[in-house]
């Protein structure tokens, strides 16, 4: 078992399996910074992996698929947009409302383009190709997991960057903060609470949007029904856990991708029931929300 | 008093009327793009599910899940919760009463009884995880309660594939001879009476939660828990009662389903009944009485839909996006029985 935990492999596929938990809690940070909460990101995140599935099946290109997946993101959210702000649906019913109609979209999408199946393995996507650097590739253990992996990871690294960047030194993250903290105070002095959460909603879209492209056209080069599978409400969970800062999200999002991992490489390395460590990555997230809403009440007092 | 009751009974027959008419909008969509007849799809959706006796045993039948988690979800949301529990509860509760039944015997009556309330009871029990946690540390009992779902989906899983497994048919538990199920209603319609129970349920709850002192403490818990405090109300003992009783009549309903139409609990995934619980809570305003008329309007909509289905070119999935309009529909609504501020009247 330790053989397997200190192999190259171990770590290539922790970071594999992250990448979603990421894109998700980076979706989760920026509607939560502007004061609304996105739960479904599970349901966005789905749609994308349709639709960047399908379309880049058959435009034949995974650069296409990609943007179409990120709109398709997008688009979910600007559905929750109306919901919740134009039509002022709770906000919470409405995330939950958009999940459902994600799951059936999903189905009614691959059922009517692939005549009734309820997966696109005979319609495989395009795939967003790896990158290796060369040089910084060949180093040992850590080469191949950080310096050869899909495309995707340096754009959530890149993501990360600028997040941080709009949020601290741009005057959009300004209004977004305000949004979140003090909507009445950002009304007062001309800031539309409504257009900042929406513009905000749109870059939660466009994250939701890269999550769920990674799963149906990097991860696997196909779309499933229910392969979104939880994922984006643990990157809720870590964005909770990361209380709003980028860089310790991404850390519990990157834990969360580890045990994740671990519950599947597990199966064959381990002589353990391979259900009971799939309850792994929820337990590990049920403890951690505890521990961390403990320690959290203590500092307060 | 009479007034605001009429006005209130108007908004909800225009809202379902509006429902409908989504529904029929997004079938004319689906049949359009599928190429599918028209006509002949509208009459299987409206007309279909009172065809005949079997069609109508269909929609009681569909209910009775609805129902329970109806009436869970109502009773949490009233006292502000968002717990997304019902759903590993039903499933859980399912589970137990399967597992159960065989093995308490053949006794009429005694055995799904006993089953369901032991089903009642622990999936209380574990509700009480997520609610315990909210209560006491605040930790957002949404994120908890769907973790707490998978965890109780694979743990069912782990069972089912083996301890728990007939050894002659593989992933289900043993067979369930009549006298451990719940009688029929009717023989032919193969109607159970888990439908009674069910709406003894809501009736029980709706009593519970305006005619008690306990429903009057976990209202006023909803609508202002400060205010509560400050009226003596010990608000967090009712964050987690409604929780802990929500999961628990979600058990419970999972129990009676499967003792009323299955013969084996075999699922293989987490059903839905839990999100459709706030699909029916919306409709119904979070009030326990409308909840069985609620699940009425669902059933009927879904066994049309299931009725399309049947004709061939429109698959069964078109009802989520139809119910996902739906509760947006009655979303607004519900936000200002909620919370009684601010937010434009629609209707």
Known sequence: MLDWIFSESFLMNVIAYAIPIVFAAYASLISNKAGISAINIEGAMSIAAVTGALVSHYANSWVIGLTAAVIAGILMMMLLALAALKLRADNFLSGIALNTFATGACL????????????????PSVKVPNVDIPLLSDIPVIGKAIFGQNLLFFIALIVLGLLILLINRTRLGVQIRTAGYHPEAGESVGVSIRRTRTIALIICGAMAGLGGAYLSMANLGYFSAGMVSGRGFIGIAAEAMGAGMPVKT????????????????????????YELLNTLPYLMTLLALTIYAAAHNKKKG | MKKNMIKSLCSLLFRLALAVAVAAIVLAGACILMDGDLQEVMTAFFLGPIEDEYAIAEILRE???????????????????????????????AFLAGVLAPVLGEHFLLTPIIAILAAAVVMGAVGYIPAKMK????????????????????????????????????????????????????????????LIIALLVAVGSGLFLFKTKWGYALRMTGDNANFAVYSGIR???????????????????????????????????????????????SIAGNNPYAVPLAALFLGYLR?????????????????????????????????????????????
């Open chain 1, 108 to 123: 009614l999408i691959v059922k009517v383009v692939l005549d009734g199946r309820t997966d696109s393995s005979t319609a």
């Open chain 2, 63 to 93: 209910m009775v899940p609805l129902i329970f988690t109806g009436v869970a979800v109502s009773l949490m949301v009233r006292c502000g919760q968002f717990n997304m529990f019902v759903e590993g509860a039903f499933f859980g509760g």
């Open chain 2, 135 to 194: 209560s006491s540390l605040g930790v957002n009992e949404f994120v908890s309660s769907l973790m707490l779902n998978y965890i109780v989906y694979w743990v069912v899983m782990y069972l089912i594939h083996g301890v728990a497994a007939d050894p002659d048919y593989p992933n289900a538990t043993m067979y369930l001879e009549d006298a451990m199920r719940l009688p029929l209603l009717n023989e032919d319609t193969e109607l159970s009476s888990n």
């Open chain 2, 303 to 347: 066994v049309g839909a299931l009725q399309v289905s049947r004709l061939g070119d429109i698959p069964n999935e078109v009802i989520y996006v139809i119910q996902a309009i739906i509760i947006i529909l009655f979303g607004a609504q519900f936000v200002l029985s909620r919370k009684k501020k601010g937010g434009k009247k629609h209707a």
């Open chain 2, 235 to 281: 608000a967090k003992r009712y964050v987690t009662a409604s929780q802990v009783i929500g999961a628990s009549l979600a058990g419970m309903g999972g129990a009676s389903f499967l003792l009323g139409n299955y013969y084996r609990f075999q699922w293989a995934s987490l059903p839905n009944y839990g999100f459709d619980g706030f699909v029916i809570a």
């Open chain 1, 250 to 273: 991404t850390l519990f999002a990157l834990l969360f991708g580890a045990v994740d991992y671990f519950a599947v490489g597990g199966q064959t390395v381990l002589s353990f029931p």
